[in-house]
């Protein structure tokens, strides 16, 4: 089941408010001794997480089937770079990060239990039926869920820092509808200024698919940040125009020229490693003088990069890309993880 965005947490009776973890989404199923473990699309992720199907074993129902999120977390918060780290082919490799990163799996939603498909119950009974199966610990979790939505803006607000996406919304008489947006996701949304150091192309070849984005540190180094992405087709037509006069010498004097130049002479493309998640995609990318900046919405700031591709609200005439630095940048201070969880020790 997915969800559909909104600006601010909705208020009226019968909604169920939960945090929104930011991980990777898990489908739980388990047949006695078998117990293997899905992505959102399918991807198996059972050999990336080896030490999750153990405490499964001693934590949810012999037969069933569960939503919920696998998360890494450390007295800094949720980790999503430790997460992206487990994607590795060598299973050695997986299971020493197994050993010294272990992660967690938290549940939020209870699709089938023994011969019973929940999924045409509304949310309540399902959550109650969740609550009663699944026993906690170190690394197993209950998603915390409220009624109340002072209690919910107050995760919103104070849990972020700590690496949280913002509030999950759901009505109480809520069927599971897979691959419906019958869910409601409020998050955090800032902007930000930033110079376009390139773009990539979309996959039609006709138009730019996104842009990418550059700030600059305290001493002048100009480090990409993330990328711009989501534009009409109308609008990925007209943003070749745009940028043409930029791509003309754009290597020339371009701050990314070793990264460009290594990674051309190494795989024969511009920038941009292929991830277990990318699924063959293109990654490469073209140049630009870094002359243009953009006013782009984002998220939230994980490791010095936007943690979720931004959103171009307008290009900025009236600034210069030396203004655009990581000091615009709204820092938030984690929380106590433990108002949620024990943090493992």
């Not at 601010?8 to 199923?29: H, M, N, Q, S, T």
């Not at 609550?131 to 919910?152: E, N, Q």
């Not at 293109?282 to 979720?308: K, M």
């Amino acid at each position: 089941m997915l969800a559909k965005a909104a600006a601010e947490l909705p208020r009226a009776d019968g909604l169920c408010y939960e945090p929104k973890w930011d991980g990777f989404r898990c489908i739980v199923f388990r047949d006695g001794d078998d117990i293997e473990l899905g992505s959102r699309n399918d991807r198996p992720l059972t050999r990336y997480f080896p030490e999750l199907v153990d405490v499964l074993r001693h934590a949810v129902p012999q037969r069933c089937v569960i939503d919920g999120e696998i998360v890494i977390v450390t007295d800094r918060g949720l980790d999503f770079d430790l997460l992206q780290l487990r994607l590795h082919p060598a299973a050695s490799r997986v299971t020493k990060l197994a050993g010294e990163t272990p992660s967690s799996f938290v549940a939020f939603d209870m699709l089938a239990l023994g011969d019973d498909d929940l999924t045409t119950q509304p949310f309540d009974t399902r959550r109650r039926h969740l609550a009663a199966a699944v026993t906690t610990g170190p690394h197993i979790h209950l998603t915390p869920m409220t009624s109340d939505v002072a209690v919910a803006q107050d995760w919103f607000t104070r849990f972020e820092g700590a690496g949280f996406d913002g509030v999950m919304v759901k009505s109480a008489s809520l069927p599971y509808e897979q691959n419906k947006r019958t869910m409601i996701k409020v998050k955090h949304e800032r902007s930000a200024d930033c110079v376009v150091a390139g773009f990539r192309w979309h996959k039609d070849g006709e138009g730019v698919g996104s842009l990418l984005l550059g700030l600059f540190d305290d001493a002048g180094t100009l480090h990409h940040v993330g990328v711009a992405s989501s534009f009409t087709a109308v609008r990925r037509r007209s943003l070749v125009d745009e940028l043409a006069p930029l791509r003309e010498g754009a290597l020339e004097n371009h701050p990314w020229r070793e990264w460009a130049d290594a990674q051309a002479a190494a795989t024969g493309r511009m920038p941009g490693g292929q991830s277990r998640w990318s699924a063959g995609k293109d990654l490469s990318w073209e140049p630009l003088r870094t002359e243009l900046v953009a006013e782009v919405r984002y998220e939230h700031v994980q490791s010095g990069r936007f943690r979720h591709g931004g959103r171009l609200v307008r290009f900025r005439s009236d600034r210069t890309p030396e203004s655009c630095t990581y000091a615009q940048l709204d820092e938030v201070a984690p929380a106590e993880l433990a108002e949620i969880f024990a943090v493992p020790s």
